[in-house]
């Protein structure tokens, strides 16, 4: 999948944003039993089908219609750090009093060893519906390269900049 691909569904999206109608028939591409509803919209997208590119397709253009706040700043791992807690958080660099994975730790390591294809899309949605209710934008166009081309080099990248690990490196020193 090509960026112009990504760049015109995330035009799209920002399109719609204020169409109720529209942006209702994306949510429902979220729903096995009602994503019919967003084919129309996502066609033109390859939204249709249950290949993987299509289920990302799917999966973002429902999340952005459920949650629109959109950022360029920060890439997938780094928001989703920042749904820890200051504890978690503050744990995370004390070697000598922590050792255990707080909550948000244990989930987003959970994200990570999803496979390809719907369990990836799925804990995606969790993590997102999770921003949203925290008021954390998501960075749209890295959420769809990362899961579109979802593998090793893609977890790697995020893992790095959820647990920041060129300061985990320095504290240790």
């Known amino acids: 999948m090509s960026a112009n691909k990504r760049d015109g569904l995330l035009a799209f999206l920002h399109s719609v944003k204020e169409n109720r109608g529209a942006m209702a028939n994306l949510r429902c591409a979220l729903v096995k039993s009602r994503r019919y509803r967003a084919w129309p919209l996502v066609a033109r997208f390859g939204g249709i089908g249950e290949e993987h590119q299509n289920m990302v397709v799917r999966t973002v253009a429902g999340l952005y219609a459920t949650h629109p706040e959109d950022t360029d700043r920060s890439d997938f791992g780094s928001l989703c750090r920042r749904l820890m807690s200051k504890e978690e958080n503050d744990k995370l660099f004390n070697f000598k009093t ?8 244990r989930r987003f390591q959970h994200f990570l060893a999803a496979e390809r294809g719907k369990e990836i899309n799925e804990r995606t949605v969790r993590l997102v519906l999770r921003m949203k209710a925290e008021g954390i934008p998501v960075n749209y166009a890295d959420l769809y390269d990362g899961l579109m081309f979802w593998g090793d080099k893609m977890r790697n990248r995020w893992a790095g900049s959820f647990w920041h690990a060129h300061e985990m490196e320095e504290a240790a020193l």
């Open 98 to 105: 922590s050792t255990e994975v707080g909550p948000v730790s």
